[in-house]
């Protein structure tokens, strides 16, 4: 306490025999190391009130500028505290002093200075300056995200519910001076470097990773204003390195993602900002107006960034969707109109010149998670937008690549739709529009490998037939088959047998008129080229292929279905006898429940 000098010395020889530990980029996960540093007992007597003191004596020189000793001094007293929080056991006692005050201070007071230097132009080295603010901000994160829950979640490593429950020990409680300096910090941002930028949005994400207490905290009115901005100033590179200003935007939607998904668990009482508020900021974002933006922003450059933003916020739809409440937050989605802004992007991006594609494609992936597993989500879907204006929509892009037409597919099985076999049709309406489609594609090759798929998916099981039918696919295969000039043979041989195959489950007279009448030919003398075919398709439908079935049945495929009678009143008699044919058809499996208990089906 009475010798400056001495306390230097053993802050360094500590720091050097624990450096391990200084792990402050936030971008690598923590380096595992058998040994901790010790816990706040075994720390010399008083230690604590003595750095204490030392930090106010730094806090307050400040405005006068830090002499480089006291700068030196500052910095080892950060990295200290660092390696103290890495053993786990300290993080609270270090929490409730005061030095993460004094720190985020003298932080707050070094971003403006780095500000100010870089708006004035000053070649002066600032490193620094940029090393206490970096060693700041991983003390910070010491402190809310003791476990590195944040750095995991980066690395594409996701805890369950059950893994942060055995988390022993609780960060720290935030300090109520973290909103006012994470706002002020994004102040005249565009004077700050990049990398520092994304520090503060990973020491963002930390907090809220970390724990609900802090996060629900940290999500305020005016931390979500700072994300929103960050996220439109990510279309607007200028001389910005374009890698740092690209991993700043997916920085923030991470951020977001996890914002969305502790909201989900909180109850209404808890919440500074409702879900619905950010959804509809970020739809505002995803589909603003370029038009409104001066002549020198709208170039070809910036758009090709503004569509790698947009596409950017949609695949962040799909991983906020990516959670155990799935079903609540299905239900905001759709409380914020997300399909209605959905297609908005899809008709407002044909003023761009490329990556119309890649748009689209993202797009299809977001609508398809909202949609996902939900019957309800399907049906407004239906009613509010409806298939045939998407189609529309679609098709005014111009020729679809297969990844497109791959994407709908995908919406058709809830999955990947090469696992054929695995997952049936979940959603039957992108398989008619395909159908529709298939006369528009140019590509010869397109045509053969969706109708070929078309054929095995929509011919696997009972179940997909009969769904199918009921979609009236058959009516929509003749419709396309009046367009064989246009249709590859093949293409053509394949949609016939898929008809062949459904008219065996069923045929109404309608539609058996409609196929007979697709045969007539304006040369009486000249056969139609799909006689041969056809033909052989309406004797697949007649003949009886297997064990003999009913032609009318109830489906009681899902987990939730049952026939309801009404209660007996009166017994006829002292008993009765109820018979019945069952055909258990075997049940696809669903790769999200593989590793769960197997179903069991039983009868009552």
């Given at each position: 306490q009475k010798d400056p000098d001495y306390l230097k010395l053993w802050l360094d020889s500590f720091v050097s025999s624990y450096e391990q530990f200084l792990d402050v980029d936030f971008e690598k996960l923590p380096t595992r190391v058998d040994d901790v540093p010790p816990g706040i007992s075994l720390l010399p007597d008083n230690i604590l009130q003595v750095l204490r003191v030392q930090l106010l004596q730094c806090v307050q020189k400040m405005s006068d500028g830090l002499e480089e000793q006291q700068q030196a001094l500052s910095l080892l007293l950060v990295k200290f505290f660092i390696i103290l929080c890495r053993n786990?056991?300290?993080?609270?006692e270090i929490g409730m002093c005061s030095y993460i005050n004094h720190v985020i201070t003298m932080t707050t007071l070094y971003i403006q200075q780095l500000k100010s230097k870089t708006k004035e132009k000053e070649v002066a080295d600032q490193t620094p300056i940029e090393e206490f603010v970096r060693h700041a901000l991983a003390f910070c994160e010491s402190l809310y995200d003791p476990y590195r829950n944040w750095r995991q979640r980066i690395a594409g490593r996701f805890l369950s519910t059950v893994e942060k429950s055995r988390q022993k020990y609780k960060p720290a409680s935030l300090t109520v001076e973290f909103v006012p300096f994470f706002y002020q910090c994004f102040q005249e941002s565009e004077h700050l470097k990049e990398s520092l930028?994304?520090?503060?949005?990973?020491?963002?994400?930390?907090?809220?990773?970390?724990?609900?207490?802090?996060?629900?905290?940290?999500?305020?009115?005016?931390?979500?204003?700072?994300?929103?901005?960050?996220?439109?100033?990510?279309d607007n590179w200028d001389d910005r390195n374009p890698e740092e200003v690209s991993r700043k935007a997916e920085l923030t939607l991470k951020c977001l993602t996890e914002v969305v998904h502790i909201l989900l668990t909180s109850s209404s009482d808890q919440r500074q900002v409702e879900t619905s508020t950010i959804l509809e900021n970020y739809f505002k974002l995803l589909n603003s107006d370029h038009s409104v933006l001066p002549n020198p922003r709208r170039c070809r450059k910036w758009e090709s960034r503004?569509?790698?933003?947009?596409?950017q916020m949609l695949n962040t739809?799909?991983?906020?969707?990516?959670?155990?409440?799935?079903?609540?937050?299905?239900?905001?989605?759709?409380n914020s109109n997300c399909f209605e802004h959905l297609i908005r992007l899809l008709q407002n991006c044909k003023v761009f010149q490329g990556h119309l594609d890649c748009l689209a494609v993202s797009t299809i992936q977001a609508l398809?998670?909202?949609m996902h597993k939900s019957p309800a989500a399907k049906e407004v879907f239906k009613e509010r937008i409806g298939y045939a204006h998407i189609y529309e929509v679609l098709k005014s892009l111009g020729q679809p690549s297969r990844e497109l037409l791959e994407e709908l597919m995908n919406m058709a099985v809830e999955g990947d739709h090469m696992a054929?076999?695995?997952?049936?049709?979940?959603?039957?309406?992108?398989?008619?529009?395909?159908?529709?489609?298939?006369?528009?594609?140019?590509?010869?090759?397109?045509?053969?490998?969706?109708?070929n798929w078309l054929r095995q998916i929509c011919c696997i099981n009972r179940q997909s037939r009969a769904t199918c039918v009921n979609a009236n696919m058959v009516i929509r295969i003749i419709e396309t088959l009046n367009s064989h000039s246009v249709l590859h043979c093949t293409c053509a041989e394949n949609l016939i047998a898929l008809l062949g195959s459904l008219g065996s489950q069923s045929m109404g007279s309608e539609e058996l008129l409609q196929l007979i009448r697709l045969l007539r030919t304006e040369e009486p003398k000249q056969a139609h080229p799909y006689v041969v075919p056809v033909m052989r398709a309406i004797l697949a439908m007649a003949r009886k292929q297997g064990m003999a079935s009913a032609l009318q049945y109830f489906n009681l495929y899902h987990s939730m279905a049952g026939i309801a009678v009404p209660s007996i009143h009166k017994w006829p008699g002292s008993a009765f006898s109820f018979n019945a044919w069952l055909c258990l058809d075997q049940d696809r499996a669903d790769p999200s429940t593989t590793s769960k208990s197997g179903k069991r089906k039983q009868l009552y």
């Amino acid at each position: 306490q009475k010798d400056p000098d001495y306390l230097k010395l053993w802050l360094d020889s500590f720091v050097s025999s624990y450096e391990q530990f200084l792990d402050v980029d936030f971008e690598k996960l923590p380096t595992r190391v058998d040994d901790v540093p010790p816990g706040i007992s075994l720390l010399p007597d008083n230690i604590l009130q003595v750095l204490r003191v030392q930090l106010l004596q730094c806090v307050q020189k400040m405005s006068d500028g830090l002499e480089e000793q006291q700068q030196a001094l500052s910095l080892l007293l950060v990295k200290f505290f660092i390696i103290l929080c890495r053993n786990l056991a300290n993080v609270e006692e270090i929490g409730m002093c005061s030095y993460i005050n004094h720190v985020i201070t003298m932080t707050t007071l070094y971003i403006q200075q780095l500000k100010s230097k870089t708006k004035e132009k000053e070649v002066a080295d600032q490193t620094p300056i940029e090393e206490f603010v970096r060693h700041a901000l991983a003390f910070c994160e010491s402190l809310y995200d003791p476990y590195r829950n944040w750095r995991q979640r980066i690395a594409g490593r996701f805890l369950s519910t059950v893994e942060k429950s055995r988390q022993k020990y609780k960060p720290a409680s935030l300090t109520v001076e973290f909103v006012p300096f994470f706002y002020q910090c994004f102040q005249e941002s565009e004077h700050l470097k990049e990398s520092l930028k994304c520090c503060l949005l990973h020491l963002f994400g930390a907090i809220v990773a970390g724990g609900q207490r802090n996060a629900l905290q940290a999500v305020s009115p005016a931390t979500m204003e700072v994300l929103m901005r960050v996220l439109a100033d990510c279309d607007n590179w200028d001389d910005r390195n374009p890698e740092e200003v690209s991993r700043k935007a997916e920085l923030t939607l991470k951020c977001l993602t996890e914002v969305v998904h502790i909201l989900l668990t909180s109850s209404s009482d808890q919440r500074q900002v409702e879900t619905s508020t950010i959804l509809e900021n970020y739809f505002k974002l995803l589909n603003s107006d370029h038009s409104v933006l001066p002549n020198p922003r709208r170039c070809r450059k910036w758009e090709s960034r503004f569509i790698a933003l947009q596409i950017q916020m949609l695949n962040t739809i799909t991983a906020m969707l990516d959670c155990t409440d799935r079903p609540v937050l299905q239900a905001i989605f759709l409380n914020s109109n997300c399909f209605e802004h959905l297609i908005r992007l899809l008709q407002n991006c044909k003023v761009f010149q490329g990556h119309l594609d890649c748009l689209a494609v993202s797009t299809i992936q977001a609508l398809t998670a909202v949609m996902h597993k939900s019957p309800a989500a399907k049906e407004v879907f239906k009613e509010r937008i409806g298939y045939a204006h998407i189609y529309e929509v679609l098709k005014s892009l111009g020729q679809p690549s297969r990844e497109l037409l791959e994407e709908l597919m995908n919406m058709a099985v809830e999955g990947d739709h090469m696992a054929v076999g695995i997952l049936g049709i979940s959603n039957v309406q992108p398989l008619l529009l395909l159908i529709q489609w298939l006369p528009e594609l140019e590509s010869h090759d397109l045509q053969i490998f969706i109708s070929n798929w078309l054929r095995q998916i929509c011919c696997i099981n009972r179940q997909s037939r009969a769904t199918c039918v009921n979609a009236n696919m058959v009516i929509r295969i003749i419709e396309t088959l009046n367009s064989h000039s246009v249709l590859h043979c093949t293409c053509a041989e394949n949609l016939i047998a898929l008809l062949g195959s459904l008219g065996s489950q069923s045929m109404g007279s309608e539609e058996l008129l409609q196929l007979i009448r697709l045969l007539r030919t304006e040369e009486p003398k000249q056969a139609h080229p799909y006689v041969v075919p056809v033909m052989r398709a309406i004797l697949a439908m007649a003949r009886k292929q297997g064990m003999a079935s009913a032609l009318q049945y109830f489906n009681l495929y899902h987990s939730m279905a049952g026939i309801a009678v009404p209660s007996i009143h009166k017994w006829p008699g002292s008993a009765f006898s109820f018979n019945a044919w069952l055909c258990l058809d075997q049940d696809r499996a669903d790769p999200s429940t593989t590793s769960k208990s197997g179903k069991r089906k039983q009868l009552y």
